[in-house]
Every structure is written in C-alpha cells, then in structure tokens.
C-alpha cells in the first residue's frame, strides 16, 4: 500500500497514442500466469509492435488482469533484450515500472524506472524521461531515501523546462520541495513552492485538474515550512489562502469525487495548521485542528496521514502533561504499523514514546522503545542498502555496458599511427617542460586542500562558543541584539535560499538593512555580501566533504542548492575563499 504522498504523472507514452494510467487501488497483488502458446507467438514474433504495446495496455487497464498483463510484459522484455530493441525494452520497463509500484513492489519498481529512464535518455525521448524519472524519484521517495529521490526529480524538471510543459515543471517543482523539507531543509524547500506559485500564478485559469492539485500541494507544503521556520503569520496566511481557494471550488464542484479530494485537502490545511500551533506553543488550539482534520481522514481511510496527525496530538498531549493519552495513541500506531519501516516519522515517533517512559521514570519501557528504535533504523538501513544494491544486478550491469560499448565504437580514433607517434614526441617534449611549473602548482594546491580540511576537522572537535559571549565586547546594545538575532538565524540555514537578501534578512531579524550593515561592519569587519559568501562556502565545504550524494552533483546544481543563481560567482567566490576550484576539491575529496 502506499505510505507518503507522491505525484506521479498520470500517463504512459506509446509509439500510437497516450493511455491514462489508472489507480488501480483495489486489485490484489499480482500471481503467476500462463500465457497461451499462441500469444507467445504473438509477443514473440509479430511484426507489429503497436498490437502487441495495445494489447498489453488494455490487459492492464481494460481487463484489469494484473498478472496476465506482467507475464505479456516480461516476455515482450525478453524480446527486446533479444533484439537489442531500445523502444521495446523502454516499453516493457516502463509498464513493469508503474505497475509494480502501484502494488508497493518498490524494489522492482526502482529497477525497471530505473533501466527506463536511461533507454529514455538514450533514445533522446524526452517525455518518457520526464515520466521515467518522476516514476523513478516517487519510488525513492516512498521507501524513504530522500537524497537519491532528489536527483531524477532534478532531472525531470530541467527537461519540462526545457519543453516549455510548465504543468509537469511545476510538479516536479513540488515533489523536490517535499523532499528537501524531509530532508529538513525548510529554507530550500520554501524556494521550492514559491517557484511552482509563481508559474502557477503566471498560468490562465482554469487550471487542470493536475495544476489545481499541485496549487494546492504547494500551498500546503508552504505552510508546514513556514512553521519549521518559525514564520508563523506567514504560516497562518498561506493556511487561509489554501482554504479560500478550496472553499471556492468546493462551491463549483459537482462530481462527489472532486468534492471528496477538496475534503481530505481541507483535513490536511487544518493539519498543518495544527503544526504551526503546537511550534507557537499554542497546545490547546493545535488539537481543535488536529482533532477537525483526524476526522475527514479517518473517512477517508489514508491510514499514513492518521499516523502523522496522532504522532502530533501525541505530541500536543505530552507538553500538556498528558503522558498517559500520548502513550496511548504512540502504542496503538506502533501496532497499527507493525514492522513497516517505511511509515513516515515513525523514528520521531519511538523516540517521543521512549522520552515520554524517561519522564514517567519507567525504564523497562524506555529501554523497550529504544531497542525497537534501533531495531527500525536496522531494518531502514537494510532496506535502503538493498534498494541501492538492485542498481548493480545484471541487467542494469548490461545496460551500462551496453552503452560504454557504443560509446568506444563511436569515439574510435581514425588516425594513422605514425602520425600519433610524430604527435606524442612533440607532446612528450612540451609536457616535459611544462612538468615542473605544473608538479609546483599541484603541491600549493594539495597544501591548501589539507589545511580546509584540517580546519574542518578541528572545527568539528571543537566546543561550540557560547552565543553570549560572542558579542559580549559590543557596546552598541541595539548592534549587539541584532547580531544575536543573526547568529540564531544562522542555524536555520537561511544564507541557503537564493532569497538571502540583505532586505529579507532584515526583515527576517525585524530591523532594517541601515542598522544590519552597520552591525556587520562594526563588528565582523564585513559587507553583508561578503558574509553571505563566507557562510555559504563554509557550508559548502562542509557538505561536500561528508555527504557523498551532494559530491554527485553538478557544479551548476551544487551552486543552486547553496543559494546562487550562477554557478559562475559560485565557483569565483570559492576560488576566492579557498584558493581552489571546486572541481578539484570535489576530485580530492573522493580521491
């Protein structure tokens, strides 16, 4: 069953014509089937592969024959395979895709999305990229491993971009916004929303369906972020223009449908809004929200949204002081969610219970809740190494060769030998004398790489300064309040937002940029812009020495996600901080 909520495209491209993918909610996970001699001859051998791609789609989405439509598509597969077929192969692998994740098969579903896209890309088809890799993200996404979900939705977006298809831009826009908020970076992921919002708000009405529920998606994310950002009037305002909206449509909607969905995303406006409560401290009123919004899901039976809304009632009870009724909802997720590993927060959730036995002084079930912990965070961990590891069974293995193949036999060098070994004396000479500039060079370079990373290291074994004694030597007590301000902000990551003005900062420390300046000036010797900058590559310096996902990037990704809209100025102002590029801090590290 499916554990978060995700957008997926709702259609898969043929070579005749487009098919809307059904949910298919209520079928039963799939069984063995036979094929009848005859229909393998037809997969195997006809000559017209749109036959054989329409039948395949109408056993699925006209017969409903999960199974029979499977067993089609593994033997189409196999003919492709056989054929060295690109277009059947993207076919087969796609069906098998959305299939498979429609049945929480998600291994399967990641490797088939997966081999998928990179047929996709290599047939330079870029609306089955589009599509392979939202598929491909939403099946990171849905077994948690965020990081890895984040790059196809990357991808997926630069190429709807590309296509001027702002409905499909703007989805992907909201899924990396949902990613980057699980990942706990609120700042990027507010960016995120905004900029699906601004496409959105350029766009005519109507809206499609598809561009109405990313509207609201995003509204509802904004909210959330706002929260964890402690923006609470911006907070409460986005919740009322969110509500608005539904109230409206709620109004012109005549399907029982359409009027259900604005229901269950009314129940999650309220939801949210709980969330901005219970971070104002606000405890009482948070429940009402929780309360209103537990109900409409109830009915609906979205039984992951249920255990998040009782994970925060939970919390709202327990700094109520009602321990008791905490630990009664806690424990009866715990049951309703057996050993999924993959139900959302569910680590917040035994580590709630286990404070809560800490503060009622019961240490059986303390230790109880933390061995279950660890014991989550085990099965998490394996499940995750497991889901990386299929990228390396053998058809993905193939694949790659397959392409590294190509690769070689279209770069083969038509040069004639003599005229390479006349080209490699001369190039022998002039690398000779150019050996000694570039072996002097190399050793500063390595010098300065070892002593960043010196730095780092030493920073991280060392005490964090006490916030008041930082600015203790101020005299300027109004300077002195600001730089306070300032340094708490600092723990948000705000300088990551390409947003990070010296006005929104500002506003953000509630003073205005004369008085902010001058606190810079004064007392850290610096412009705001070069603030910005020192904190920005200290992050960054940081980031891509521990975190082996974010060293995959581009330089023009790893730019964006640090706040700058040019990787240009990105990499002039760590070559200025650090002496080096960050290519060749980037190759070090993993070297």
Not at 220 to 241: M, N, Q, S
Not at 477 to 493: G, N, P, Q, R, V
Not at 528 to 536: A, C, E, V
Request: aromatic letters at 10%; charged letters at 30%; glycine letters at 4%.
């Amino acid at each position: 069953m499916m554990k978060h909520i995700v957008c997926i495209l709702p259609f898969i491209r043929t070579q005749a014509r487009y098919f809307i993918f059904l949910l298919l909610s209520h079928c039963m996970l799939a069984q063995e089937a036979t094929i009848a001699k005859e229909m393998q001859l037809f997969i195997s051998e006809s000559d017209s592969l749109d036959r054989i791609e329409e039948m395949i789609q109408d056993t699925f989405y006209q017969e409903n024959d999960i199974a029979l439509g499977l067993e089609y598509c593994r033997l189409y597969l196999e003919r492709g395979k056989k054929e060295e077929n690109d277009a059947i192969q993207l076919f087969a692998n796609s069906q098998i895709a959305y299939i498979t994740f429609q049945q929480a098969d998600y291994h399967e579903a990641l490797k088939r999305s997966y081999i998928a896209a990179r047929f996709a890309e290599r047939a330079k088809d870029t609306v089955s990229s589009i599509q392979n890799n939202v598929l491909l993200g939403s099946t990171w996404y849905v077994m948690g491993i965020y990081d890895e979900a984040l790059k196809p939705y990357l991808i997926a977006k630069e190429l709807a971009a590309e296509t001027q298809n702002s409905s499909n831009e703007v989805l992907c826009l909201v899924n990396i916004a949902n990613i980057r908020a699980k990942l706990k970076r609120y700042g990027n992921a507010l960016d995120s929303f905004n900029s699906a919002l601004k496409i959105l708000n350029e766009k005519e009405a109507p809206f499609s369906p598809q561009d109405k529920a990313s509207l609201l998606s995003s509204l509802l994310g904004k909210v959330l972020c706002l929260a964890e950002l402690k923006r609470f009037d911006e907070a409460e305002e986005t919740y009322k223009k969110g509500i608005a909206i539904i109230d409206e449509d709620y109004k012109k909607s005549v399907a029982i449908a359409e009027k259900n969905n604005l229901e269950i995303f009314k129940a999650r406006f309220n939801i949210n809004l709980g969330k901005v409560y219970y971070e104002k401290g606000e405890y009482f009123k948070s429940l009402g929200f929780l309360q209103e919004g537990k109900e409409k899901l109830k009915k609906a039976g979205l039984q992951n949204n249920l255990y998040i809304t009782d994970f925060y009632i939970a919390q709202n009870l327990s700094k109520q002081g009602k321990n008791e009724e905490a630990m009664l909802l806690l424990d009866a997720i715990f049951k309703r969610a057996g050993e999924d590993s993959y139900t959302d927060r569910i680590e917040e959730m035994y580590t709630l219970a286990g404070d809560i036995s800490k503060i009622q002084n019961n240490k059986e079930k303390e230790a109880f809740y933390l061995r279950e912990l660890k014991d989550i965070l085990q099965k998490k961990s394996e499940k995750q190494s497991a889901a990386k590891d299929l990228l390396y069974e053998d058809d993905i293995k193939k694949y790659e060769l397959e392409n590294k193949k190509l690769a070689n036999e279209n770069t083969q060098s038509l040069a004639d030998k003599k005229v390479i070994m006349i080209v490699s004396i001369v190039l022998v000479g002039l690398l000779m004398i150019g050996f000694l500039v570039y072996h002097k060079r190399a050793k500063l370079k390595e010098q300065k790489f070892l002593a960043i990373i010196d730095a780092i290291s030493k920073k991280a074994t060392e005490p964090k300064p006490l916030k008041t004694t930082q600015n203790s030597a101020i005299k300027d007590e109004k300077a002195k309040a600001i730089l306070e301000k300032l340094s708490a902000l600092e723990e948000t990551h705000f300088y990551l937002s390409e947003n990070a003005t010296l006005h929104n900062t500002a506003k953000l420390l509630q003073t205005n940029t004369t008085y902010l300046s001058k606190a810079l000036n004064a007392v850290k010797k610096q412009s705001f812009s070069q603030y910005l900058n020192k904190l920005r590559i200290e992050y960054v310096l940081v980031k891509l020495k521990e975190d082996a996902v974010f060293r995959s990037y581009t330089i023009h990704a790893i730019s964006k996600e640090i706040g700058y809209k040019s990787a240009t100025t990105f990499i002039k102002e760590f070559k200025n901080k650090t002496g080096l590029n960050p290519s060749y801090y980037i190759k070090k590290i993993k070297g």
